[in-house]
């Protein structure tokens, strides 16, 4: 399945492709966790077109999208961009600020992969951490993280339709400095 599946670096004009895979896995992710009109609520402002259009347009936001042979329909994505977090961060830190793909992608190898690019392109920039929030309740999630190498640094909440949910806050150590925090 892997010579079907192909990560790139977004451009513009792939804003609509990375909003609509955008909303479709946070729908697929939080469905039966967060209230559904908190969800399509969320989703129209944080997954919007005009969203990805503007993290296109920074030079300090790095976007990549998932596709699937035949046709390249997108089914995931990853943007790495300057830290927003509630702790102590240094210009060296990056974030993976978002990274989702379809559950039936899930294991595929898919998520390694983007991972993997996010590492190596904070590498390339010489960033010395790479930190990312995770939702606490995704314990696939956390394992997935823990097993390429992050830790957990701290905790956040993370606000939608008006509820706090708990995530956490993981980080590795990139660059010429061992992979792991």
């Known amino acids: 399945m892997s010579d079907e599946l192909k990560i790139r670096r977004c451009n513009h004009g792939d804003e609509a492709a990375l909003s609509l895979v955008g909303q479709a896995t946070f729908l697929e992710t939080f469905a039966g966790i967060l209230d559904g009109d908190a969800i399509v609520t969320h989703c129209a402002k944080a997954h919007s077109i005009q969203q990805y259009h503007a993290w296109l347009e920074n030079p300090d936001y790095a976007l990549w999208v998932a596709e699937?042979?035949?046709?390249?329909?997108?089914?995931?994505?990853?943007?790495?961009?300057?830290?927003?977090?509630?702790?102590?961060?240094?210009?060296?830190?990056?974030?993976?600020?978002?990274?989702?793909?379809?559950?039936?992608?899930?294991?595929?190898?898919?998520?390694?992969?983007l991972?993997?690019?996010?590492?190596?392109?904070?590498?390339?920039?010489?960033?010395?951490?790479?930190?990312?929030?995770?939702?606490?309740?995704?314990?696939?999630?956390?394992?997935?993280?823990?097993r390429m190498g992050f830790t957990q640094l701290g905790s956040r909440k993370f606000n939608v339709g008006g509820k706090d949910y708990d995530d956490n806050i993981f980080g590795m150590l990139v660059g010429t400095t061992a992979q792991s925090s």
Not at 69 to 80: F, Q, R
Not at 85 to 111: A, F, H, N, V
């Open 68 to 113: 699937i042979a035949p046709g390249g329909a997108p089914v995931g994505y990853m943007v790495v961009s300057p830290p927003d977090l509630p702790m102590p961060t240094t210009p060296g830190d990056l974030e993976l600020k978002r990274i989702y793909l379809l559950g039936k992608l899930q294991g595929s190898g898919l998520g390694r992969r």
């Open 115 to 146: 991972v993997t690019a996010a590492v190596s392109h904070a590498s390339d920039v010489e960033a010395d951490r790479l930190l990312l929030g995770v939702y606490a309740g995704n314990q696939k999630a956390v394992s997935f993280y823990q």
